[in-house]
């Protein structure tokens, strides 16, 4: 059975007039087992393939092979589907006259699964939004899976969809089931598929070349497999008259949670986290109060893991008003640290925009800052990658300089990789 743990992570004093509580949250769980496998409901899965006709005969093959490693890695009992992707959405597997459009995974339905991807054909435009939609209703169509995941890749723009018909089939499937997208070469959009993956509780990165696909794809459904917790949310109580600045995710990966707040009574809300195997999530919580007395104290949030009505992990997050300059001047390592990554996210993509704009001053000033953060909060990985963007003359002051010939491939793996963060050592 899964058991979690939070440990809070603060500067709990605040000088006189003070209003301004941060603090970072460790959330983990152990124990998690596999998908489907608690008693609280079906797993599903759902792997969509563009199959559109950018995609030509080797970026087509490959994608069968990845799509069969996939459906390999599946368990058996498993509720899944398989999409074939084009300007409409197919269902490839099983066939359209199935009484659900998913299936149990056993030795049979994974044969056939298995047959039904080599009927691939690349032809026809790309609109991801149908490909999401009838992912939606896939997994609607069998009410006992609740623990709901999808592998997306496309290898190209959205073209035959306006952006608002993409934007209302986001807004349409958020909340339905959790997604993880990748793209193929270098001809599609991050923006466009982060704004999938991020809405969906997802990932998303760059498979530079085909031949990369199988193994990205195995190690997706594997780690899908290994999230035994169906769905968890993340509350937070605050006290009369308190402010939620913010709520986000900051490890792995960044992810602002605020504005998809459910409230649960008039002084908590809830966030989705979506479901989890064994692993550790770092969340920062930013509350201001009503500024108080010095010596006065008060709790400034609650912050809990929830598995539907059960209280799973509980961390509490403090206020000290004081008039020691020594301990209100403190700033805390963990929210120091998370708060420059999050300032690096923002600081590649700025930098990103602005060089596919033409403005290479803001580019090399927003990218100077992303280096200089990256050294700063250790992370290599954010490092190594700038280097392929731009020349770095000094990582302490950010001095950088655009390089005249950058690989498009290094660009967006760079800008895919914005929002993954390091632990602070």
């Not at 559109?52 to 490959?62: D, P, Q, T």
């Not at 509350?235 to 939620?244: D, H, N, S």
Request: contains cysteine; hydrophobic residues 40%; aromatic residues 4%.
């Amino acid at each position: 059975m899964a058991e979690f743990s939070a440990s809070v992570y603060q500067n709990e004093f605040l000088p006189d007039g003070g209003t301004d509580v941060n603090a970072i949250v460790t959330l983990t769980c152990s124990g998690a087992g596999a998908a489907g496998q608690s008693g609280g409901g079906d797993a599903g899965e759902i792997i969509i393939v563009d199959t559109s006709g950018s995609m030509g005969r080797i970026k087509l093959e490959a994608a069968k092979v990845a799509a069969a490693a996939a459906v390999q890695q599946i368990l058996d009992g498993t509720w899944f589907a398989v999409v074939a992707g084009s300007h409409q959405a197919y269902l490839a597997y099983p066939p359209a006259r199935s009484s659900t459009g998913m299936v149990r995974m056993d030795p049979n339905t994974r044969h056939q699964a298995l047959q039904a991807i080599q009927q691939f054909r690349a032809d026809g435009g790309t609109a991801m939004g149908t490909w999401l939609m009838l992912a939606a209703r896939l997994f609607d169509s069998v009410p006992a899976v609740v623990q709901r995941h999808a592998i997306l890749l496309t290898d190209g723009e959205n073209h035959n969809e306006t952006p608002e018909q993409l934007t209302a089939a986001i807004r349409g499937v958020t909340g339905r089931f959790q997604c993880d997208c990748r793209g193929v070469g270098v001809d599609w959009q991050v923006a466009e598929v982060r704004r999938i993956a991020q809405a969906l509780l997802g990932t998303v990165d760059i498979i530079p070349q085909p031949e990369q696909m199988t193994q990205v794809f195995s190690d997706l459904m594997t780690r899908a497999m290994s999230r035994g917790v169906a769905d968890a949310q993340l509350r937070v109580w605050t006290p009369q008259g308190a402010q939620i600045l913010f709520v986000r995710q900051v490890s792995p990966t960044v992810e602002d949670l605020t504005g998809r707040r459910r409230q649960v009574n008039p002084l908590t809300g809830a966030y989705p986290t979506g479901s989890w195997g064994d692993e550790s999530r770092d969340y920062h919580v930013a509350v201001r109060l009503p500024a108080k007395a010095i010596g006065q104290e008060q709790l400034a949030a609650r912050v809990q893991l929830a598995l539907g009505d059960q209280i799973v992990a509980q961390g509490l997050v403090k206020a000290k008003w004081s008039d020691d300059d020594s301990l209100t001047t403190r700033i805390n390592a963990e929210v120091a640290h998370y708060t420059g990554q999050t300032e690096l996210a923002e600081a590649i993509q700025e930098g990103l925009a602005a060089k596919a704009a033409g403005d290479d001053a803001r580019a090399t000033t927003k990218l100077g800052r992303a280096v200089q953060l990256a050294a700063e909060t250790g992370n290599e990985e954010a490092t190594q990658k700038l280097r392929k963007v731009v020349d770095i003359d000094s990582e302490e002051t950010g001095t950088v300089r655009l390089k005249r010939s950058v690989d498009k491939a290094d660009e967006m793996a760079l800008d895919t990789a914005s929002t993954k963060t390091t632990r602070i050592k």
